[in-house]
């Protein structure tokens, strides 16, 4: 992969978040993708988002498997802890990593085509054994870097830049999230970064495995009349089911609302945001709910939006398993090496 590395010159008027950063300190390599494309589009958010919540660079760790989006984390927070692993097989590296090491902020970074066929099962798991970890699915329907054939995510009757339609079914890659318990299913567009930056901050705080669908054009395969995946398309039949921002735990900040109407409330940072109340008939906390409504969408072929599902009482994998908090390579000898007799008593239960 080739790594061209950004200026370190920063303008001394850029703003810096609590830990004394600016947004540039949260960017990696300059992107070798194709100019337009919309994973750029969600580096920029992911920088943004982790800026915003004043993550430190050092704690995070972001993994990859192979792909155009299995790039990406090349182009963001440069002093993380990075792996690029094997077609397919992010999330085992993932699990290991978040077990080894609880106190590392994980965010993977995947395609359709790197999760939803070569890893689909690898995939599965994750989302069943609820790895803490948010997992970002760039989805552009094609293979960009074999030159755009149909990936699972391309829709039935979608038309390739070579005129040719698709007549398989698609994997959809947030009901599968839904059907296999995620507990934390979200889609948005890379062209929608003021919708994008909140999920991607909600999902980061997450107890939990926080699955992000983004629909991300391609402009070399995918980007053409006829796709379901280009920009034209997602812009005409987006619909955002819920219009949500995220808030950190701070001090509680309360406000009356009236259904419909728009309320404008001070943040702890002294900033305006204003809300709008929505619809009363959806629920995020109802997975068949969600489920069915994103059927209904789809059928009027409609692009939903936003936060989907979110599961109140969510237990990762680490707290399931009653894994020992912080990292593996903190504990003492004495821990990891209890002696041949607590060795015998483990390995009799299993006689």
């Not at 919540?53 to 002093?79: M, Q």
């Not at 390739?160 to 698609?170: C, I, L, Q, V, W």
């Amino acid at each position: 992969m080739t790594y061209i590395a950004k200026p370190k010159v920063h303008h001394p008027s850029l703003k810096k978040n609590a830990l004394g950063l600016t947004r540039r300190d949260y960017e990696g390599a300059i992107t070798t993708l194709c100019a337009g494309c919309g994973h750029d589009s969600i580096t920029a958010a992911i920088v943004q988002a982790f800026w915003e919540l004043d993550i430190a660079p050092h704690t995070v760790a972001k993994l990859s498997g192979i792909g155009c989006s299995s790039k990406t984390p090349a182009y963001f927070l440069k002093e993380a802890h990075g792996f690029n692993s094997v077609h397919g097989r992010m999330p085992a590296i993932a699990t290991g990593a978040g077990c080894a090491n609880q106190t590392l902020t994980m965010i993977g970074v995947s395609g359709d085509g790197d999760s939803l066929s070569i890893g689909l099962g690898q995939l599965c798991h994750a989302i069943r054994r609820n790895v803490n970890m948010l997992y970002v699915l760039e989805n552009n329907g094609v293979y960009g870097l074999t030159k755009g054939q149909f990936s699972a995510s391309a829709d039935p009757g979608s038309m390739s830049k070579k005129g040719e339609a698709n007549t398989m079914d698609a994997i959809d890659s947030v009901l599968l999230a839904l059907t296999l318990g995620a507990t934390f299913v979200a889609r948005s567009f890379s062209g929608d970064k003021a919708q994008l930056v909140p999920l991607i901050k909600a999902g980061l705080a997450h107890k939990g495995f926080a699955f992000i669908d983004v629909i991300s054009p391609c402009v070399t395969f995918n980007d053409h009349e006829g796709s379901t995946k280009s920009y034209a398309y997602t812009r005409e039949h987006q619909v955002e089911v819920v219009q949500a921002d995220f808030v950190p735990m701070r001090e509680e900040i309360t406000a009356e609302q009236t259904p419909g109407a728009a309320k404008s409330v001070m943040m702890h940072d002294g900033s305006w945001v204003t809300f709008r109340s929505v619809a009363e008939n959806y629920d995020a906390t109802n997975r068949d709910a969600a489920y069915n409504y994103i059927r209904e969408r789809q059928k009027e072929h409609e692009v939903l939006t936003g936060l989907l599902y979110i599961s109140a009482d969510s237990r990762d994998m680490a707290e399931q398993n009653e894994i020992i908090p912080g990292p593996l390579t903190n504990l003492p000898f004495e821990t990891l090496c209890p002696g041949s007799a607590e060795l015998d008593k483990l390995m009799a239960r299993f006689r």
